[in-house]
């Protein structure tokens, strides 16, 4: 397997992750100690989207899991920091892969489905197995990764991608008071009406279906880049 074909390989699957987000609209969670309203039900479609958005980016840190069903099953599993980078699982059925974005740069590792599809050799399995690859924050292959990685950036795709909105019904969000955004794209955005306008939760729209939780806003995880990785050219030099 060449280097350049696993870079292709890890940037379509984060690609396609995004163009599912994008195409409806995010949500999270955070529970709120404050039962008193923080007023944003009151507001119209468009103020309620304005507060969330200034909500999570404010916010520093960000939890963010779910799956969307755009071409195939993708899974999203990621601690997002402000500044810092952002480190956890992205999925796309068996294949699966741990991300870590520190000091600008992006290291990922496979796991046996994965580099199995990656590379269709039992041989690069054994050899890739375990191993942290890095590329350089340069590399075009991360380009898409990049906006999974910032909480800024899916904030901008909220903003950018949803048709009209209306207000919905009031409900409860794990425990969290919330109002609904209907989208006439036909996604769904649940907003928290106690506390911060924190995002909540996205059901996505109906021709895709699943769905994504914003939870443990301003959370202190902690991102780190892995202490032994190999550099993503060397595997292109070594043709693995």
Not at 203 to 222: C, I, M, R, W
């Amino acid at each position: 397997m060449r280097g350049a074909r696993l870079g292709l390989l890890v940037a379509a699957l984060a690609a396609a992750l995004v163009i599912a987000a994008c195409g409806s609209s995010s949500s999270g969670g955070s529970h709120s100690t404050s039962v008193a309203s923080n007023g944003v039900a009151s507001k119209s479609p468009q103020q309620i989207l304005d507060a969330a958005v200034a909500a999570a980016e404010s916010a520093g840190s960000v939890h963010v899991s779910g799956t969307l069903h755009e071409q195939s099953n993708l899974g999203l599993d990621l601690d997002l920091v402000t500044g810092k980078g952002a480190a956890g699982t992205i999925s796309q059925g068996a294949p699966r892969f741990r991300l870590i974005v520190a000091g600008g740069d992006f290291y990922f590792q496979g796991n046996r489905a994965f580099w199995l599809h990656a590379s269709h050799s039992q041989a690069a399995v054994q050899l890739l197995l375990g191993k942290w690859i890095r590329y350089p924050s340069a590399g075009a292959q991360f380009a898409s990764v990049a906006h999974l990685t910032s909480i800024k950036a899916l904030m901008d795709a909220l903003v950018k991608s949803h048709g009209t909105l209306s207000k919905g019904a009031t409900t409860t969000i794990a425990g969290q008071p919330a109002i609904a955004l209907n989208d006439s794209n036909g996604g769904k955005l649940y907003v928290a009406t106690t506390g911060k306008p924190y995002p909540l939760k996205l059901l996505a729209k109906h021709s895709t279906g699943g769905e994504v939780s914003f939870t443990q806003y301003g959370h202190a995880f902690t991102i780190a880049a892995p202490q032994h990785s190999i550099n993503a050219a060397q595997l292109q030099k070594a043709g693995a």
